[in-house]
């Protein structure tokens, strides 16, 4: 009999922990999850209450486009689901803000409830946030209890610019709109990513470059007495070749939404006339750089002077060189979008 009591005994002090245990009234989220498509408040879709949603620029341009808003429907899950009381209040904040802080958060982000204490909300997001982040906070009126949804802000590039330090564009008939960089220098690109609310955070470039594919006339250089240029093993050669070879110019990674083009040669040419003098015996010379395409670094661009045809080879080079310009393309990888820097180097 003494041992059936002590059994009752020890059911019914199971039961009444279990019981005890029972009444406690807790708010859980079940996964994080990125909300990646725009939400409306017209959206009958509910998310299990997560620890973190973020939103981006092209939702919410979006949504202003069609009128509507940038919004997700929320619930909290209340454990145990047959608890006497599962209301809970939801709030908006600033994560980690100072007291100094005055921009009110619900200009940014708003939470609404579907009915008092409801455990159903709609999030939406007004506008960029982007100093802290927002906290959606829900609480039990039943205990206290509480648990937390973050907030984020993704901003996408849609557009980019680029500029070059100290440098203003030139425009002209052969070669369009681009920088005349400096030779032998080193010329500072930035990079200007943008979108409809000026905010873009995140970002990862990728930096291709386009030299055109021509071929020109190089040769070994020297100059002679009376300042003529001379070439020898005069030859065609791709212009391609001479950048893979660094004889161009190269290009430095990104760092902190810029990078560097580091300029070695030029390609310039003098005037097409050709001086004739005649010595005390008669002998007549031909000189002066105006004869062929020279360049003052000796990178080797030209005809030779008297032996070859030094008009023809000339002219080709001029030809050419009036229209040609250097590409360097600029792509946010994020977001896709690029622009393409033009530019020529200068004596």
């Given at each position: 009999?003494?041992?059936?009591?002590?059994?009752?005994?020890?059911?019914?002090?199971?039961?009444?922990?279990?019981?005890?245990?029972?009444?406690?009234?807790?708010?859980?989220?079940?996964?994080?999850?990125?909300?990646?498509?725009?939400?409306?408040?017209?959206?009958?879709?509910?998310?299990?209450?997560?620890?973190?949603?973020?939103?981006?620029?092209?939702?919410?341009?979006?949504?202003?486009?069609?009128?509507?808003?940038?919004?997700?429907?929320?619930?909290?899950?209340?454990?145990?689901?047959?608890?006497?009381?599962?209301?809970?209040?939801?709030?908006?904040?600033?994560?980690?803000?100072?007291?100094?802080?005055?921009?009110?958060?619900?200009?940014?982000?708003?939470?609404?409830?579907?009915?008092d204490g409801s455990q159903t909300a709609t999030i939406t997001c007004i506008k960029p946030f982007t100093q802290y982040n927002v906290v959606i906070t829900v609480t039990t009126r039943d205990g206290g209890?509480?648990?937390?949804?973050?907030?984020?802000?993704?901003?996408?590039?849609?557009?980019?610019?680029?500029?070059?330090?100290?440098?203003?564009?030139?425009?002209?008939?052969?070669?369009?709109?681009?920088?005349?960089?400096?030779?032998?220098?080193?010329?500072?690109?930035?990079?200007?990513?943008?979108?409809?609310?000026?905010?873009?955070?995140?970002?990862?470039?990728?930096?291709?470059?386009?030299?055109?594919?021509?071929?020109?006339?190089?040769?070994?250089?020297?100059?002679?007495?009376?300042?003529?240029?001379?070439?020898?093993?005069?030859?065609?050669?791709?212009?391609?070749?001479?950048?893979a070879a660094g004889k161009l110019f190269t290009v430095g990674s990104v760092s902190n939404g810029a990078f560097t083009i580091t300029t070695n040669k030029s390609m310039e040419y003098g005037a097409e006339?050709?001086?004739?003098?005649?010595?005390?015996?008669?002998?007549?010379?031909?000189?002066?750089?105006?004869?062929?395409?020279?360049?003052?670094?000796?990178?080797?661009?030209?005809?030779?002077?008297?032996?070859?045809?030094?008009?023809?080879?000339?002219?080709?080079?001029?030809?050419?060189?009036?229209?040609?310009?250097?590409?360097?393309?600029?792509?946010?990888?994020?977001?896709?979008?690029?622009?393409?820097?033009?530019?020529?180097?200068?004596?």
């Amino acid at each position: 009999m003494t041992n059936d009591k002590s059994k009752l005994t020890f059911i019914l002090s199971r039961i009444a922990i279990l019981l005890a245990l029972s009444v406690i009234i807790l708010v859980c989220f079940l996964c994080m999850v990125e909300i990646d498509k725009n939400r409306t408040q017209n959206d009958v879709q509910t998310y299990a209450m997560p620890e973190r949603i973020t939103f981006t620029s092209e939702q919410l341009n979006a949504s202003a486009r069609s009128g509507e808003t940038t919004s997700v429907r929320v619930r909290a899950n209340v454990e145990p689901y047959n608890a006497t009381n599962t209301k809970v209040d939801f709030a908006a904040s600033w994560k980690n803000a100072p007291s100094s802080y005055t921009e009110n958060v619900s200009e940014y982000v708003t939470v609404r409830q579907e009915s008092d204490g409801s455990q159903t909300a709609t999030i939406t997001c007004i506008k960029p946030f982007t100093q802290y982040n927002v906290v959606i906070t829900v609480t039990t009126r039943d205990g206290g209890y509480t648990a937390e949804c973050l907030c984020t802000f993704s901003g996408k590039a849609t557009e980019l610019s680029l500029s070059v330090d100290g440098k203003q564009t030139t425009t002209d008939n052969d070669r369009g709109t681009y920088y005349l960089l400096d030779s032998k220098s080193t010329a500072t690109v930035r990079i200007h990513p943008t979108n409809v609310y000026d905010y873009v955070p995140n970002t990862n470039y990728s930096i291709s470059v386009n030299v055109p594919d021509v071929s020109l006339w190089f040769g070994d250089c020297d100059y002679g007495e009376y300042g003529e240029t001379y070439f020898s093993a005069v030859r065609l050669e791709k212009l391609r070749d001479k950048y893979a070879a660094g004889k161009l110019f190269t290009v430095g990674s990104v760092s902190n939404g810029a990078f560097t083009i580091t300029t070695n040669k030029s390609m310039e040419y003098g005037a097409e006339t050709v001086e004739t003098t005649t010595d005390e015996y008669g002998s007549t010379y031909r000189h002066g750089k105006g004869a062929c395409v020279y360049d003052p670094y000796d990178m080797g661009l030209g005809s030779t002077n008297y032996v070859e045809d030094i008009h023809g080879k000339n002219d080709y080079n001029v030809g050419i060189i009036d229209k040609l310009c250097y590409e360097i393309t600029v792509t946010e990888r994020i977001s896709g979008v690029s622009e393409t820097l033009r530019f020529w180097v200068s004596i």
